[in-house]
């Protein structure tokens, strides 16, 4: 299925903001950014860990958000992607993502964005 | 944070057969697959969509599998990605992706595997 997927590893995520520490913040945080850029979830699951830091997978009608905090090491990983099956959504992933980068505010970061599908797809 | 991410892109999966159809058939060979492969569910989410095909999400305490079918095309996506925080997980992300794709049964397929995080990580 044609598709970008964008990957992000920030670091220097301030460790004591809501965000990195507790599940209902960073779950608001992200269905909010989906809503915001147009996106539809059909789901989500959101886990905390003890004594903190968050996993959690936002599931659309056009893929995924997942997103994974470690306060101890100031660090997030976040995978947004997108398919784009009856219309270009790249803007809207994009929104995603940089409205996340806002929120968590990494001093540093690594990005990737990755083309899926093919000939076939 | 230091990791490993497969992504797949499998073509030609034959689309009569329930994990490409059904959402509770495909979430509880994830769940399988996951356990099998001595990884650690922390949540899954998985959306039917109607009249067919899935979206879902394992999270792991290791970070997250996420799989999406596309019956009308053949195709499905795959991510499996594992952060390598106190050991490597590499091949227990191998056999998870190996697992899905021997249900699935594509006729062609597209890999890739990325190495997340670096020296920050």
């Known amino acids: 299925m044609d598709g970008i997927h964008l990957l992000g590893e920030w670091y ?23 809503a915001a850029a147009g996106l539809t979830t059909v789901g989500e699951r959101f886990h905390q860990f003890e004594p903190q830091g968050v996993t959690g997978a936002v599931i659309l009608a056009e893929s995924h958000l997942a997103i994974h905090t470690w306060p101890e090491r100031e660090s997030v990983t976040i995978d947004v992607y997108v398919c784009n099956f009856t219309t270009d959504n790249t803007a809207k992933a994009e929104s995603v993502f940089r409205s996340l980068e806002r929120t968590l505010r990494p001093k540093r970061t690594r990005f990737q964005a990755i083309h899926r599908g093919g000939a076939d797809g």
């Open 12 to 34: 220097g995520c301030p460790a004591d903001q809501p965000e990195m520490l507790r599940a209902d913040a960073l779950r608001r945080r992200c269905l909010d950014a989906v």
